[in-house]
Nanobody, 114 residues
Framework: QVQLVESGGGLVQPGGSLRLSCVGS????????MQWYRQAPGKERELVAE????????NYADSVKDRFTISRDNAKNTLYLRMNSLEPEDTAVYYC???????WGRGTQVTVSS
C-alpha cells in the first residue's frame, strides 16, 4: 500500500531550474524522514538531500549544496526538491525515499543539456 510517485523531471538547459515533487500515500507522511536520491547512467545511486519530519533539519550532498533545496508539505503528503543552476552532471533519475519503510518511488528523469 505504500506508494511514492515522483514527478517534475524533464529536459532543461545548463543553468536552468526544475522542481521535483514526490507524493506519498499508504503511510503517515508527517512522521517520517524523507530523502532524495539520484542515479546517473553507470554510476551508483547517491543521496542528494534529506529532511526530517518537521523540516527543521536538512542535509545535502556537497555536489548540490547551495543549488538544491529540499522541502515538504505534510498537509499535502508531498516532498519537493527545488534544483537551481543545473549542470550536465546533475543528469540522473531522481528518486524519493522513506528510509524507515525501505520505500522508493520509480523515479523521474532529469536531463540537463544544451
Amino acid at each position: 500500500q505504500v506508494q511514492l510517485v515522483e514527478s517534475g523531471g524533464g529536459l532543461v538547459q545548463p543553468g536552468g531550474s526544475l522542481r521535483l515533487s514526490c507524493v506519498g500515500s499508504g503511510f503517515i507522511f508527517s512522521v517520517v524522514r524523507m530523502q532524495w536520491y539520484r542515479q546517473a547512467p553507470g554510476k551508483e545511486r547517491e543521496l542528494v538531500a534529506e529532511i526530517n519530519p518537521t523540516s527543521s533539519t536538512t542535509n545535502y550532498a556537497d555536489s548540490v549544496k547551495d543549488r538544491f533545496t529540499i522541502s515538504r508539505d505534510n498537509a499535502k503528503n508531498t516532498l519537493y526538491l527545488r534544483m537551481n543552476s543545473l549542470e550536465p552532471e546533475d543528469t540522473a533519475v531522481y528518486y524519493c525515499s522513506v528510509p524507515i519503510l525501505r520505500a522508493w518511488g520509480r523515479g523521474t528523469q532529469v536531463t540537463v543539456s544544451s
